[in-house]
């Protein structure tokens, strides 16, 4: 429908698509120093109107895949740049640390593309850690629902007691962890934690999220193994923030993981 450098379309979800995966790659260039999804240049691809009514997007190995959603809790998936830059992570996550998608290293690899996502949409709108609002997903959400985003950073529900929706499942300590098998062990519930690890670090620092607690965090993917968990990449984050940067850094990081149950 639309190749790079090719005028608009006249299809919106094309054009979403086409843009955010164009803003996603720039960050990544820009601001991170790689090259594409595979650190080579690798071409961006996207499906878009996948299904009828498919309340999801995702990263298949190869490419993303955007649903439009059933209109009652989601609308399209491309209308997010945060969710479109989270899907395109899932890939960077593949080429690097590769974090197997159950338990602790798939609640790390959501949290490493929901912490990417995030930081694209605040590079991308130039907003500091003050002005963000620190939702998942808000564009995506059916107007209806009521409801600012799917996740929140914060160290709060993004929803509770909602008729359609029930109450956000992320914890945001240690001490509350999901333990069962749904979810790949959890892998979207766990995300809580560190993902609260990191609003801490970031607003901690203050200033623009992905100056610095960004790079601390992608320069730590790049240096996990696909099985790390929470207390490797806890520890790692510490090392990175050392060897970046100083004390004031490394006192963030240490203090913020503290917060969520874990010792660095």
Do not use: C
Request: proline share 3%; no cysteine.
């Amino acid at each position: 429908m639309r190749s790079e450098g090719q005028n608009p379309s006249q299809d919106a979800a094309v054009n979403e698509a086409y843009d955010f995966s164009g803003y996603t790659y720039d960050f990544y260039q820009q601001i991170l120093g790689r090259n594409s999804i595979d650190g080579q240049g690798m071409t961006l691809i996207s499906s878009v109107h996948f299904a009828r009514s498919y309340n999801n997007a995702f990263w298949n190995g190869e490419q993303m895949v955007y649903g439009d959603g059933d209109g009652t809790m989601f609308v399209r998936f491309t209308r997010a740049l945060d969710v479109v830059g989270h899907e395109l992570t899932h890939g960077v996550v593949q080429h690097t640390s590769n974090l197997i998608y159950e338990d602790e290293p798939g609640a790390l690899n959501e949290h490493f593309a929901d912490v990417m996502g995030a930081l694209i949409k605040q590079w991308h709108n130039a907003t500091t850690v003050d002005q963000a609002d620190w939702y998942m997903g808000g564009d995506i959400m059916a107007p209806s629902l009521g409801v600012k985003g799917l996740r929140t950073f914060k160290g709060e529900k993004a929803y509770a007691n909602h008729p359609i929706l029930g109450t956000d499942p992320q914890p945001k300590h240690m001490r509350d962890k999901y333990t069962g098998e749904d979810d790949n062990g959890g892998v979207h519930y766990n995300s809580g934690i560190p993902n609260y690890a990191f609003y801490l670090v970031a607003t901690a620092l203050g200033g623009r999220s992905w100056e610095k607690a960004g790079k601390i965090w992608y320069q730590t993917l790049l240096r996990l193994t696909s099985s790390s968990g929470f207390q490797e990449a806890a520890s790692m984050t510490s090392e990175v923030a050392s060897t970046l940067y100083g004390a004031t850094e490394v006192n963030a990081v240490r203090t913020a993981w503290q917060q969520v149950g874990i010792t660095v």
